[in-house]
């Protein structure tokens, strides 16, 4: 059972979870509470971008990392170099262990994902998942970008959840925002942006595992398009016991 009632009171609980919460009075509220245990990961996507533009704007002490795969997109270096100039923060960075990298590719070549799931959930634990583990180490609030709009399998998820296998809370700020306010938002306060986004991309990731998403199409539907549905998870994102829901979400970076 998530130890909620160890860590917040009723009336906080209220607050973080009321479908009009205001991101802003609620990041600021966790970041005093966590103060020096709370980080935000981003991938420099548009949630990501409006959430890093927020806790500039309120100068909140969260801190933030990333994680760079070695496959990003030219178009996410430039953003996250854009997001630098801007916003002048500092933005952890965590890379692949090199000798599991190094031993990977020399057994499997470069281009091993596209053969089997097993070989590109191999390759995600190298590139994401273990040094997500290492980034997230000794906090106790991981803020993300997901919102419920982005898929089915976001809708069942909540806003404030406990990570059974991180142990840890995550908090998605801009969970019940819809795309259109994310865009007035990010057009509203002049934030940069991942290019891609203008060429039909949505969720982005790895550049050889994401294509841009047709009309239609489900948010995630870019990402491992050659794999049906069921294998679509990197990890990052366990199926986890909240409450006893099964909710079987995917990766936000
Ligand atoms: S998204 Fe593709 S390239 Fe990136 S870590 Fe996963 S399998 Fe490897």
């Known amino acids: 059972m998530p130890p909620f009632d160890t860590f917040f009171n009723p009336d906080e609980i209220a607050a973080l979870t009321a479908p009009d919460f205001s991101p802003e009075q609620n990041l600021a509220l966790l970041a005093t509470k966590f103060a020096g245990s709370i980080v935000f990961s981003t991938s420099f996507g548009l949630e990501d971008q409006a959430i890093t533009h927020l806790l500039h704007a309120a100068q909140l002490p969260v801190s933030v990392f990333t994680l760079d795969t070695g496959r990003l997109f030219p178009e996410t270096y430039k953003v996250w170099s854009r997001t630098l100039e801007k916003y002048g923060m500092n933005i952890d960075v965590y890379a692949p262990d090199t000798t599991a990298l190094e031993s990977l590719l020399h057994k499997k070549g470069p281009l091993s994902f596209y053969e089997s799931v097993e070989n590109r959930k191999e390759c995600c634990e190298i590139r994401k998942l273990e040094p997500l583990t290492r980034a997230l180490k000794g906090y106790k609030l991981w803020i993300t970008g997901i919102r419920a709009e982005q898929s089915p399998n976001r809708q069942h998820m909540e806003v404030l959840e ?92």
Do not use: M
């Open 162 to 253: 406990w990570d059974e296998r991180l142990g840890l809370f995550k908090f998605h700020p801009l969970f019940y925002w819809s795309q259109e306010k994310l865009v007035d938002f990010i057009s509203q306060h002049n934030i940069p942006y991942n290019s891609l986004h203008d060429k039909g991309f949505v969720s982005i990731g790895c550049s050889p595992c994401t294509r841009a998403v047709r009309e239609g199409e489900d948010f995630r539907a870019g990402r491992w398009w050659w794999e049906d549905n069921s294998g679509k998870e990197c990890g990052l994102h366990q199926p986890s016991d909240n409450n006893n829901k099964n909710v079987n979400t995917v990766a936000a970076l």
